[in-house]
């Protein structure tokens, strides 16, 4: 799975409520997950606790940056897999 283009291909087919946004040129990643995020009581928790994937939460980069989330897809192939796959599965879960 290339980085960012196969990355946003999986985010909208397996990730409902998340919007990925394609970078132009880096391994960081930023979804629009503003729908989910009052649903699930802060989406970047949601997913460390409920998927074992930490992502950056965007409330740190100022206002604005609520319900958005940043992944590093800068890592081997099976770890991005495998920790979309998680990510996948809880929001399937928590429907």
């Not at 999986?10 to 409902?16: G, K, M, S, V």
């Not at 998340?18 to 970047?44: C, N, Y």
């Not at 409920?50 to 897809?73: Q, S, T």
Request: glycine share 12%; charged share 20%.
């Amino acid at each position: 799975m290339p980085a960012s283009g196969e990355f946003c291909e999986f985010a909208t087919e397996h990730l409902p409520g998340i919007t990925p946004i394609r970078p132009d040129a880096s391994f960081l990643v930023w979804m629009d997950a503003r729908a989910l995020d009052l649903k699930v009581g802060g989406i970047q928790k949601f997913f460390v606790n409920r998927a074992g994937v930490n992502l950056y939460d965007g409330r740190v980069y100022g206002p604005g940056g609520e319900g958005f989330i940043r992944l590093n897809v800068g890592c081997p192939r099976s770890l991005l897999l495998q920790g979309l796959e998680r990510m996948s599965a809880a929001l399937t879960i928590s429907s």
